[in-house]
């Protein structure tokens, strides 16, 4: 009778479980809030595995005195951050700050976890180059290099639950 409870228990807490994963992935829909940011262009590739876009966008790199933190850390590496991120005159949303702990944000501002890395640019200017883990988009088959050919010129619009978890939600070429 025990063994029969115990096997019940076990597999109550698998579908429980199960049911958590799939929940909090709907659940940045009804919690989340939406924001827009938008692209640039990226050269097309070839689709390896299956049909996808690679997005880029304008807050995928920020100015290295954005950082609040050490930057001795950038140096050697990706390095976890928080990036808040905060809407422009024409509602796109911009990179405020980089911080290496999560910040408390304010009215409109969003926070996202990214991996940041130094990196140099033109000149003398350093920079910060931010992976969100979203900048590549599945699509629909053969429907891939169309829109790549148009990222240099379109708005993605996400969303960003209050506990960080985000998701393309609409493409707008």
């Known amino acids: 009778m025990i063994n029969k409870r115990g ?11 199960l049911l958590l994963i799939a929940g909090s992935y709907y659940s940045i ?9 938008k692209t640039v262009p990226v050269d097309p590739r070839d689709l390896l595995y299956g049909d996808y876009v690679t997005l880029r ?28 991120l905060q809407p422009n005159s024409d509602g796109y ?3 405020k700050n980089v911080y290496t702990e999560k910040p408390d944000v304010t009215g409109d501002q969003v926070v996202l976890t990214a991996r940041a890395e130094k990196v140099w640019g033109a000149g003398s200017i350093d920079n910060i180059q931010l992976t969100y883990g979203f900048e590549r988009y599945y699509v629909q088959e053969n429907t891939g290099k169309k829109l790549e050919q148009q990222a ?13 978890a985000h998701k393309i939600v609409e493409l707008n070429p």
């Open 7 to 17: 096997w019940m228990i076990a597999a109550l807490l698998q579908v429980l479980f």
């Open 29 to 37: 829909d009804y919690f989340g809030k939406e924001i827009k940011i």
């Open 57 to 84: 966008y304008d807050i995928s790199t920020a100015p290295l005195k954005s950082y609040r933190g050490d930057t001795a850390e950038l140096d050697r590496g990706e390095q976890k951050a928080y990036v808040v």
């Open 93 to 95: 949303y911009v990179v």
């Open 152 to 164: 240099k010129d379109m708005d993605v619009i996400i969303s960003v639950a209050p506990w960080g």
